[in-house]
């Protein structure tokens, strides 16, 4: 299995990225996917998720900012980041993790700075 997440970059705050995950070597369908995020000096924490049904969760500080999405026919996973914050600076990774044997599998991770 290989997560390659692309997407981040350098945005104003109050500006918009959307990021993408590429899942090769497993079928979507048998895994939830999720975003985490890494902000420096801070563990990493958990962004978003998606269930291979659609069903989503989100972290309080990006409830109605963000917002993820899957299409499994494209191995894809999105994160929509709108109202960008300077606190949302982090690099961000996408993760795979298997409904049965909760077997997990991480991207390399992109990097996200907002700043003026």
């Known amino acids: 299995v290989q997560l390659v997440e692309s997407g981040g970059g350098l945005v104003q705050p109050g500006g918009s990225l959307r990021l993408s995950c590429a899942a090769s070597g497993m079928s979507s369908t048998l895994y939830t996917m999720a975003w985490y995020r890494r902000i420096p000096g801070k563990q990493r924490e958990s962004v978003a998720t998606?269930?291979?049904?659609?069903?989503?969760v989100y972290a309080e500080s990006v409830l109605g900012r963000f917002a993820i999405s899957r299409d499994n026919a494209k191995n894809m996973a999105y994160l929509q980041m709108n109202s960008l914050k300077p606190e949302d600076t982090a690099v961000y990774y996408c993760?795979?993790?298997?409904?049965?044997?909760?077997?997990?599998?991480w991207g390399q991770g992109t990097q996200v700075i907002v700043s003026s």
């Open positions: 993760s795979a993790r298997h409904r049965d044997t909760a077997t997990t599998y």
């Open positions: 998606i269930t291979s049904g659609g069903y989503t």
